[in-house]
């Protein structure tokens, strides 16, 4: 299936990461090429097959308990906030978002 | 060569115990080995001098009677599993800096249990990738050359920088985490053994996600005793991951030297399709006749949607990653590439701080859970993972375990076949429908090729049936009597 520039143009700005734009032609040579070998799927009957969300369906073994609604963590914001790229007054800071 | 590097762990528990040495000195050979073989570029980060920390406290607990059931074990641990206080990067430019605050749920058992880690592991960034060439770290040699020493050869991937250790003898055991391959993989182009457990046996709490319904945690080791008794020490019901089974885990070491007779082995037909690499195909025959010589009966089995398992993983893999790696947006970790508004702000960080392979993945994942496409690809990929699973519930009915080959080909060099997306795609075509059922696989060394790369097979079974993993994956160890780097010729 072919893949437009206008497509990856699309799919760049939906994911907030653009490629060198020299790249995008390239690109969407590459993913159609990825997307017709991902079409031979369209042989497969999947006539009353639901889809499969998760391995652990098929396990008989007992999955999630929910636990106690505690904190179990925390008191850890200047651990946290010494990762963030910039921070302010405790909390993360970003530019302006109203005006 | 210090001999401390060559030996199991049990063997140096004992003289540990005998006070022929210390912790302190195994671990001493192995950070010696780790600065020996730096040019492998297997590591990260290491941490020799924690690790000493850590083996003087293993010291004191042989000494008071007091030791753990891994006190003393060096462990390499892939750069993905959060280390409190130590980088961890998933091998990417925008998690260069990151330090957790937090540990992974693995790591803190493998920890509690005595293990010392000696480093962080390079790998493939965030994991996409079978050959550790896609690191922003740069690539991982594999300590193997072929005869001619022509050029250095990958690893495999993504878990390669923990392969690379544990052939290259830095390290005695590692871990690493399986999507659609990533341990297997690179155990097989390694000499070693690597086991991708059941989904939800192991915690991925704290590990740093590629595609959650995939994803799964593992250990690495010269030895499928070694390989068990890791896995044992890790896996287990853990409340931080909700995916993860409340199950009792058995002492997988009871499972070694059990007979295997009279029990049934499945050899998948699709596994052998025209074409396929030819010295990979006679150890796949070499180890059915071992199988047989102890006991097993050998059949062969269909499993007829293998061919779809793959195009199903481009899928949901890229479609998980895509959501899981949103998180990367320069806000409250990682790099941040100023910008006047706060979308630039994201897609400049995003566009400097991934690498073309984890983008094109982000891409095709956004592609197909986009509007209009969302049934036709993700739907349609999801359907289909079910009918990959049939076929292995359905197999399992009539066999206890199956015995592929775990890759189609052995090591290539470092800058071949890259080029080529699909053909690089290619490379997890035996491990991925593994992934997608959820079952757990081994990938054993069983041989070497006539250019004296090592070759691999891969044991699979039902869900939480590793016990019977280990006792295959132990027979053929035993029949196979392969012969690891033991690192002379690093």
């Known amino acids: 299936m072919e893949i437009k520039k206008q497509d990856i143009l699309r799919i760049e700005r939906l994911a907030r990461l653009k490629l060198p734009e020299q790249e995008e032609q390239g690109f969407s040579q590459r993913l159609s090429k990825v997307f017709d070998w991902i079409d031979q799927l369209r042989e497969v009957s999947i006539e009353g097959v639901d889809p499969m969300v998760s391995p652990l369906d098929t396990v008989n073994v007992p999955k999630t308990t929910w636990r106690n609604d505690e904190v179990s963590d925390g008191e850890c914001q200047d651990q946290i906030l010494s990762n963030a790229p910039e921070a302010q007054h405790g909390y993360f800071s970003v530019p302006k978002v109203v005006e | 060569m210090n001999e401390l590097i060559q030996l199991s762990y049990s063997a140096l528990r004992q003289k540990v115990l005998n006070k022929e040495v210390t912790v302190q000195e195994i671990v001493k050979a192995y950070t010696d080995q780790m600065q020996k073989t730096e040019k492998l570029n297997a590591f990260v980060t290491i941490c020799p001098d924690q690790a000493l920390k850590q083996a003087q406290e293993a010291d004191q607990r042989f000494q008071k009677g007091e030791a753990r059931p891994l006190d003393g074990f060096p462990l390499a641990v892939k750069d993905n599993f959060c280390v409190q206080g130590m980088r961890t990067t998933a091998g990417s430019k925008i998690l260069e800096n990151f330090v957790p605050t937090y540990t992974s749920t693995v790591v803190q058992k493998l920890v509690g249990a005595g293990s010392i880690v000696v480093g962080k592991t390079n790998m493939d960034e965030f994991a996409m990738g079978s050959s550790t060439t896609t690191s922003f770290f740069g690539p991982t040699v594999n300590p193997w050359k072929s005869k001619d020493h022509a050029s250095d050869l990958i690893p495999g991937g993504s878990s390669g920088g923990s392969s690379a250790s544990v052939a290259a003898h830095s390290s005695l055991g590692a871990l690493g985490s399986d999507t659609g391959g990533s341990i297997r993989q690179p155990a097989a182009l390694c000499g070693v053994v690597g086991i991708k457990p059941t989904y939800g046996l192991c915690s991925r709490y704290g590990i740093i996600a590629f595609a959650s319904s ?34 009792q885990v058995p002492d997988y070491l009871k499972a070694l030297g059990k007979s295997i007779r009279g029990m049934k082995v499945g050899i998948p037909k699709e596994y052998r399709p025209d074409g396929l690499n030819a010295e990979i195909a006679h150890w796949w025959d070499q180890t059915i006749l071992w199988l047989k010589d102890a006991g097993a009966e050998v059949v062969e089995i269909s499993l007829p949607y293998t061919k779809y398992g793959l195009p199903t993983y481009y899928i949901i893999a890229p479609a998980e990653a895509s959501s899981n790696l949103a998180r990367y947006d320069g806000v409250r970790y990682g790099l941040r590439v ?68 775990t890759t189609a080909n052995t090591a290539f060099k470092i800058g071949e076949n890259i080029t080529d997306p699909i053909a690089m795609y290619l490379q997890d075509v035996f491990t991925v ?58």
């Open chain 2, 433 to 490: 429908t593994t992934n997608l059922a959820g079952i757990p696989g081994i990938s054993v060394p069983v041989g070497l090729s006539k250019e004296g790369l090592p070759i691999g097979m891969q044991v699979l079974g039902p869900m939480l049936q590793e016990e019977k993993l280990f006792q295959f994956a132990h027979i053929i160890e035993q029949a196979a009597r392969f012969k690891n780097l033991g690192g002379h010729s690093l």
């Open chain 2, 214 to 247: 995939l994803d799964q945690a593992g250990p690495f080791a010269r030895t499928v005793e070694d390989t068990a008794l890791l896995l044992r020490e890790m896996a287990g019901h853990d409340s931080k991951d909700s995916t993860s089974l409340q199950y």
């Open chain 2, 338 to 405: 100023p910008g006047g508004t706060l979308d630039d702000l994201y897609s400049y960080t995003r566009t400097a701080g991934f690498g073309d392979e984890v983008k094109r993945r982000i891409l095709i994942g956004t592609y197909v859970l986009s509007a209009g496409k969302y049934e036709d690809y993700y739907l349609r990929a999801q359907r289909v993972r079910q009918c990959v699973t049939n076929d292995f519930n359905a197999a399992y009915q009539k066999v206890d375990v199956i015995l592929t080959p």
